[in-house]
Each structure stands twice: as C-alpha cells, then as structure tokens.
C-alpha cells in the first residue's frame, strides 16, 4: 500500500491565482480531511468527508473548497489565493468503526503564495 | 470553544533519561486523546490513543496517561534514545461526544532533543 499520497510537494502561486493540491489513498478508507499546519498554531482542519458524495467544513474552511467524488481522491481547491493560505497542508484518512482511531496523514503540500 | 496547550514549546534531555511532556485541554470532554510524532518535513504517524475510561496505555517505552480531573494527559519515553528527537502532537476530537469522524484538534506541539 501506498497508503495516503499528496501532490504537489512544493507549490508557489502569486495572490489571486487558483489550483488544486491532490490526495489520495488506497486503503479504502472511508473518512479523509485537510488539515493546515502554520508555526506554533498546530494543526487545524479544513474539510472532512464521511464518503463520497458527502463533505463538511472543518475549522478554518474560507477560501478552499472540495469535493468527493470516489473513496480514494480528496482534492482541495484554493479558488483565489491569499498570502493567508501560506501554509503546509495535510491530508489524511482513517478507517470506520469505534477501534479505528488511527489517522494516517500524507507527506504535505508546502504552499507559498505571493 | 475548545482550547488544547502543550506547555513546553521544547524539551531537551540526555540519553538513557525519561522525557515527559504535558498536554491541557479546557472547555470540554473528550472522548479520547491521541499522541503524534512528526519528523522535519514529513506528516505526522499516530502512536497511541487513550480513552476517557482508561488511566493508562502502554506500547514499549511509550506510555500515556489522561486524567479527566485535571483535563490533562502526559506522555513518557522512557529510555530515551537521539531517535527520539522529534516533535511530539498531542490531539483531540474536534467535537465533545464519541464519534469524531477522525476530526481533530492539535496542539502546538513539543519538540523533543535527546542528546548522546
């Protein structure tokens, strides 16, 4: 297994422009999220998704969108960026049940938005 | 809101020694907590999860404890090696009530230095 899997690893943009950071994982898992991670703030959540078809806002939502249309893919889309959104980003996924507790989080897109 | 703090922003100790590091949490009651390590430039792997019934966990020389009481868990390396230097999360369900749907809320974290 690959496991969770994020592209790309590093992403400049200049303000106002748009892209999407890709996720992925092959474990089947039914629940994934974004997370943001900025120093010394911890992690926060952006979106989650309980299946496909079904997404809901997390903590710091404004300025990013998603949407799931498989199990495997999660993309998160910045429609216009902001130097706010400067930020390592996270994806991860876990399992369904009451044991299934572990998150398995990617590798991380670093974004720098100018 | 919910409000969670790992009081040492660093911990540095020498080998062989036990490292011990704080996570509060105020404003509600989990249903359980959990403990990350993340490396420089790499996302963060779960080592344990704790829940609110329980005292104590152990895996190897890991050990975790949550007092409900005091809102308040702490997580021991005993036997402490350099690859232990990592930076250590502490995190919660986003949401009081057992179902979380893996949403969750992080501290800061606590870089740990274990020195030969």
């Known amino acids: 297994n690959a496991g969770v899997t994020q592209t790309p690893k590093f992403q400049v943009l200049k303000t106002g422009q748009s892209m999407t950071l890709q996720c992925a994982q092959d474990?089947?898992?039914?629940?994934m999220s974004w997370y943001r991670q900025d120093p010394g703030m911890g992690l926060r959540l952006i979106h989650y998704?309980?299946?496909?078809?079904?997404?809901d806002q997390g903590e710091v939502p404004n300025g990013y969108n998603v949407s799931r249309s498989t199990t495997e893919d999660f993309p998160l889309r910045l429609l216009s960026a902001a130097p706010s959104q400067t930020s390592v980003y996270f994806c991860?996924?876990?399992?369904?049940?009451?044991?299934?507790?572990?998150?398995?989080f990617g590798p991380g897109t670093r974004l720098t938005v100018l | 809101s919910q409000k969670i703090e790992q009081n040492s922003e660093a911990l540095n100790i020498q080998e062989g020694k036990t490292a011990t590091l704080t996570c509060n949490y105020t404003?509600?009651?989990?249903?359980?907590l959990q403990w990350y390590r993340q490396d420089p430039g790499r996302g963060p792997v779960f080592l344990l999860l704790?829940?609110?019934?329980?005292k104590e966990k152990r895996k190897e020389r890991l050990k975790v404890t949550f007092d409900t009481t005091l809102k308040q868990s702490l997580f021991h390396i005993t036997a402490s090696q350099p690859a232990d230097s990592a930076t250590y999360l502490c995190?919660?369900?986003?949401?009081?009530?057992?179902?979380?749907?893996?949403?969750?809320?992080f501290g800061q974290g606590t870089i740990l230095t274990v020195h030969p």
């Open positions: 998704s309980v299946g496909a078809g079904i997404t």
């Open positions: 991860a996924s876990r399992n369904t049940g009451p044991k299934a507790d572990t998150q398995y």
């Open positions: 704790i829940r609110e019934n329980e």
């Open positions: 404003n509600y009651s989990p249903a359980y």
């Open positions: 995190a919660l369900p986003l949401n009081a009530g057992g179902t979380s749907y893996g949403k969750l809320t």
């Open positions: 474990m089947n898992h039914e629940y």
